[in-house]
């Protein structure tokens, strides 16, 4: 079945970067989403990349996806303290019509001043 | 962007009772909606795909006639927790399927069963 991996937590240093990390088993897989969450609230879309890109930036935002591997990426480049939050990778398939999202486990970013 | 509201955002209740939730796509319409739960510290979880006027697609392991899902106008869909039990206490999050098959996502609604 479909399954999406992330490592659990993350903890960076203010300024650094941050590389979060996401696998992916369905190869039909048309669209790949970042989503962050901060405490009690909900999703907020961050960024996507179809499955035909390999890269795409969004100022500090850079996605890279290999497709051959199923494995996705998300860095922040100069990670600040507001960055502190939890981020999901979530993959979107046609799996049955449905264009239905399945989400990551998330991954707890720490970003220490 | 797209205007997605949630109500109540937090609700507590006693065992046994029913509560409603209900997710309003406020600048579009929305032919699909999805509803999920998230535990704390985990991932959203798929509950149900409903579509306008129709019954809604449950998950394997979701009960139908527990979580009932009302979605009677492109823009308003509702969640029924009937009777609740402590272990139902989670976050719950609608998601509304726009135009171009991009979900976009309320604010989510706790709800904590004594």
């Known amino acids: 079945g479909e399954d999406v991996e992330q490592s659990l937590f993350l903890s960076v240093r203010e300024g650094d970067s941050s590389v979060i990390n996401c696998t992916y088993t369905?190869?039909?897989?048309?669209?790949l989403y970042w989503y962050k969450q901060e405490p009690g609230a909900g999703l907020q879309l961050l960024t996507y990349?179809?499955?035909?890109?390999d890269m795409k930036q969004d100022q500090r935002l850079t996605v890279l996806l290999n497709k051959k591997d199923k494995h996705l990426s998300l860095r922040i480049a100069d990670t600040q303290t507001g960055d502190s939050a939890i981020y999901f990778c979530?993959?979107?398939?046609?799996?049955?019509?449905?264009?239905?999202?399945?989400f990551g486990t998330g991954t707890r970013l720490k970003v220490l001043a | 962007g797209a205007v997605v509201s949630q109500h109540p955002s937090w609700v507590i209740c006693k065992s046994g009772t029913s509560v409603k939730i209900e997710c309003r796509s406020l600048?579009?319409?929305?032919?699909?909606m999805f509803w999920y739960r998230q535990f704390p510290k985990q991932s959203l979880m798929l509950m149900a795909t409903?579509?306008?006027?129709?019954?809604?697609?449950?998950e394997q392991g979701v009960e139908k006639d527990k979580f009932l899902i009302n979605h009677a106008s492109l823009t308003l869909s509702t969640l029924t927790v009937t009777s609740a039990h402590p272990e139902d206490s989670s976050f719950y999050i609608c998601?509304?399927?726009?135009?171009?098959?991009?979900?976009?996502f309320g604010p989510g609604t706790r709800l904590t069963v004594l």
């Open positions: 979530a993959e979107r398939g046609a799996t049955s019509g449905t264009y239905k999202y399945i």
């Open positions: 369905d190869s039909s897989s048309t669209y």
């Open positions: 990349i179809f499955s035909n890109m």
């Open positions: 600048d579009f319409q929305a032919t699909t």
């Open positions: 409903s579509n306008e006027g129709s019954k809604a697609t449950y």
């Open positions: 998601s509304p399927l726009g135009i171009y098959n991009e979900q976009f």
